[in-house]
C-alpha cells in the first residue's frame, strides 16, 4: 500500500505545480521492488522527465526519456515522450528537429486530441516566430484554434496569431483576434 500512496502523492504534488514535494514520492516509487510498482514505473518516470523539463535540466531529461525509451517500448503516452523530446530540442534552438517531434506527438493516434497535442501545436508556431518566419507560425498557430478544444491554449494560439499579423503589416487581422480573445 506504501507503494501506492507514493505513486498517489508524488501525483497530487505535479498536479498542484508542487514538483520538488512530488520527486522524494517519484524516486520512492521508482525504488519499490513490489509488484504493484510495476504499472506505475514508466509514469513515474515520465512525471521525473516532465518536472526536469520544468526546471530546464536538459540533460537530465535526455537521461530519463533514454531509460523510459528502453523498459517501456510500447509506452500508451509516447506521445508525451516525443513532446519533451520537442522542449529539449527547442532549449538547444534545434528547431528543425523539435517540429519533426512535435509533429510525431501530434500524429500518434493515442495523443491526435489530446492536451499534449495541442500545446505541441503551439510549439510548432513558436519555433516558426524564433526564426522569424511569421507566415508559418501563424499557420501553427491557427490550427491550434481550428483543431484542439483546450480555452487556454486556443486563446494562447490566438493571441500569438495576433502578433504575426502585426509582424505582418496585416493589423486589421490581429485586432480581429484580439477583440475574439476578450469577448
Not at 528502453?70 to 522542449?87: A, C, M, N, T, V
Amino acid at each position: 500500500v506504501a507503494t501506492s500512496a507514493h505513486f498517489w502523492l508524488a501525483e497530487a504534488h505535479f498536479q498542484l505545480k508542487e514538483y520538488d514535494e512530488a520527486i522524494p514520492h517519484l524516486v520512492a516509487v521508482g525504488k519499490a521492488q513490489d509488484r504493484e510498482a510495476e504499472p506505475w514505473q514508466a509514469i513515474v518516470l515520465l512525471r521525473l522527465a516532465q518536472i526536469k523539463a520544468i526546471q530546464r535540466s536538459w540533460e537530465e531529461v535526455d537521461q530519463i526519456l533514454s531509460r523510459l525509451q528502453d523498459r517501456f517500448r510500447d509506452f500508451e503516452r509516447s506521445y508525451e515522450i516525443r513532446y519533451l523530446e520537442g522542449q529539449r530540442l527547442v532549449a538547444a534552438a534545434h528547431f528543425d528537429e523539435s517540429r519533426t517531434s512535435f509533429q510525431e506527438a501530434i500524429d500518434d493516434p493515442r495523443g491526435q486530441f489530446t492536451e499534449t497535442a495541442a500545446k505541441a501545436q503551439w510549439m510548432i508556431g513558436e519555433t516558426y516566430l524564433h526564426q522569424n518566419a511569421a507566415e508559418q507560425a501563424l499557420r501553427a498557430y491557427l490550427k491550434v484554434d481550428m483543431l484542439y478544444d483546450y480555452p487556454e491554449w486556443r486563446a494562447a494560439a490566438l493571441l500569438q496569431a495576433g502578433k504575426c499579423y502585426e509582424r505582418l503589416g496585416k493589423i486589421p487581422n490581429a485586432r480581429k483576434l484580439y477583440e475574439r480573445i476578450t469577448t
